[in-house]
């Protein structure tokens, strides 16, 4: 029977020490019974929690690391099936497939090109995550001297794709500290999991049935290392969608722990359409990492924007800082308009004014990032806080044209905007974000 918050605070040792990443006793509880924490994270817990909570206490799939630094990435934590429950917390990792029998300056080329494709949606830049290294070549020195041209390229997570494993142990020694993730195909898996340990990597499990996966991570687990990534064998996007549904279904609601690791797609499809479906597939369906068997921009493009829209949080609106916005290079005399600060509203008003060809102040109160209706309704985005938000950023200090421009959806606010801004005039704009344009050209020229 599953602890509540409170039944598991009593065991803690309540001391508020912060050690465990949380500020209170009382909140590490709660995560612990929400299973989105370890009772290992905690070190000051008793003999007696340990018994009482043990693996209870787990989060039903595993959460790994692997990289370091900004280029770092986490897969698994999952706790969800279905993001409209309540959200999906660690987005799909996205590699690229790079073979050790190429030349190295079309190693380096195709790591650079990838590496530097970097897109910008709504705030957030959308890379990819990580390489995977094969070894195709079955050659010791090539694998290692593409290691080695992968790492000059780029900092990203490496997948070492090698079942060789003195050639595994040489490239982790240059890896030193990064994290890397090891496939050790038909290897001997326990060799590998005790390297993976000394190394702090993560180990892909393959296996070809949904037994032997279980008896492969079954006995890794026993041995004390479980960080470890599921490759169920599949024929075709249909069987993998249906296996890491079994799967996840298996960990989450029914508690199995053989199945409560992140699951890694090495899609392999040739015909363009057909990859991005399967890519597509593994996104949505509970693929922690998609390894792609090559970089193509159009297809990556597609599947970064898939990709957020699934681990953007439903209950909570993308939303950018309040703040006063300086679009281009503006002046005290520049124009000067309004709008709330969720990020998608804020992006599109801003790439108006910029395709305008004008500089501009943007006025972006917070408005706990709801759209202009919404924040409207809401009674977020009012004369009254407008007005008073003007003053708090001392925007009169900064500008001598007293002309406020707001949304034409709004035009109801300008009355009481006007008598919270004396001596400052409202201006009605478009209703349309796409009506911009013509409106300032109008605008400037009157």
Request: charged fraction near 25%; aromatic fraction near 8%.
């Amino acid at each position: 029977m599953a602890l509540t918050g409170l039944e598991i605070f009593k065991l803690l040792p309540k001391t508020n020490c912060g050690d465990c990443g949380v500020p209170t006793c009382l909140a590490f509880a709660m995560k612990l019974a929400q299973k989105k924490a370890e009772l290992s994270e905690c070190p000051h817990a008793s003999e007696q929690a340990k018994e009482i909570l043990g693996a209870a206490s787990e989060p039903p799939m595993r959460l790994l690391k692997a990289g370091v630094g900004a280029d770092a990435f986490e897969t698994g934590g999952e706790t969800e099936m279905f993001r409209h429950e309540k959200t999906f917390y660690h987005q799909t990792a996205i590699a690229v497939k790079i073979d050790d029998n190429q030349p190295a300056d079309s190693i380096a080329a195709q790591v650079k090109e990838a590496d530097e494709y970097i897109i910008e949606r709504v705030g957030e830049k959308l890379h990819i995550d990580a390489f995977r290294l094969s070894n195709i070549s079955k050659d010791s020195g090539k694998f290692l001297s593409a290691l080695d041209v992968i790492m000059q390229n780029s900092s990203r997570a490496v997948i070492i794709d090698c079942a060789d494993i003195e050639t595994v142990k040489a490239a982790l020694s240059k890896l030193n500290g990064r994290r890397p993730i090891i496939r050790p195909g038909d290897g001997d898996v326990m060799e590998f999991a005790k390297l993976a340990s000394e190394q702090g990597a993560s180990l892909i499990i393959d296996a070809g049935s949904f037994q032997e996966l279980a008896e492969k991570t079954e006995k890794t687990a026993a041995s004390g290392f479980r960080d470890m990534i599921l490759n169920l064998h599949c024929d075709g996007a249909g069987e993998k969608l249906r296996g890491n549904t079994i799967m996840r279904r298996a960990a989450l609601r029914k508690g199995f722990k053989p199945f409560g690791y992140p699951a890694i797609w090495f899609i392999n499809d040739e015909d363009e359409s057909e990859l991005i479906a399967d890519a597509v597939v593994g996104i949505c369906k509970y693929c922690g990492i998609i390894v792609l068997p090559k970089f193509n921009k159009e297809m990556l493009l597609t599947l970064y924007t898939l990709r957020q829209n699934i681990y953007t949080d439903p209950q909570k609106p993308i939303q950018v800082d309040p703040r006063l916005a300086a679009i281009g290079d503006p002046k005290s005399d520049s124009p000067i308009f309004v709008t709330t600060n969720f990020s998608l509203t804020y992006f599109i008003i801003s790439g108006e004014i910029e395709n305008a060809g004008i500089s501009a102040w943007l006025v972006i109160p917070d408005c706990e990032g709801m759209s202009v209706l919404t924040a409207w309704a809401a009674g977020k985005f009012s004369g009254d806080k407008i007005g008073k938000f003007v003053k708090e950023i001392g925007l009169e200090n900064k500008v001598n044209k007293r002309e406020i421009i707001i949304p034409g959806y709004v035009a109801v606010i300008s009355g009481d905007l006007e008598e919270a801004l004396p001596g400052w005039r409202v201006i009605v704009g478009p209703q349309e974000a796409s009506d911009l344009a013509p409106f300032i050209k109008n605008y400037l020229n009157n």
